[in-house]
């Protein structure tokens, strides 16, 4: 069982930046994938960006040029870096992991979510 423990959400000014971080803990064997979904105000949840154990990153339409996703596999924790922030990014935003057990088993797991508020 692995927990995601996201961290760094709030309230940001148009235009500015904001810094997420999502900790895993708990019995992890490999996280393959670890990114970031995002849900706004009626809307279905979406990619933000994700990056694998290898370094080769996936990023959103709406967030391309001005978001950089890493992530520190000693620690477990992937991190979401984004600039120039608009209304419409304001959401809750979701870590997401996959660890892998074997080629034949992967889990899926999701955090409790942060909630980014873009506002001036």
């Known amino acids: 069982q692995v927990q995601l423990v996201e961290s760094g959400g709030g309230l940001v000014q148009p235009g500015g930046s904001l810094r997420l971080s999502c900790a895993a803990s708990g019995r992890i064997f490999s996280l393959s994938i670890m990114g970031w979904y995002r849900q706004g105000p009626g809307k279905q949840r979406e990619l933000v960006a994700s990056?694998?154990?290898?370094?080769?990153?996936n990023y959103g339409d709406s967030v391309k040029g001005r978001t950089t996703i890493s992530r520190d596999n000693a620690k477990n924790t992937v991190y979401l870096q984004m600039e120039n922030l608009k209304f419409d990014d304001t959401a809750v935003y979701y870590c997401?992991?996959?660890?892998?057990?074997?080629?034949?088993?992967?889990?899926?797991?999701w955090g409790q979510g942060t909630q980014v508020t873009v506002s001036s």
């Open positions: 997401y992991a996959r660890d892998v057990v074997a080629s034949i088993s992967g889990y899926d797991y």
């Open positions: 990056i694998t154990s290898g370094g080769v990153t």
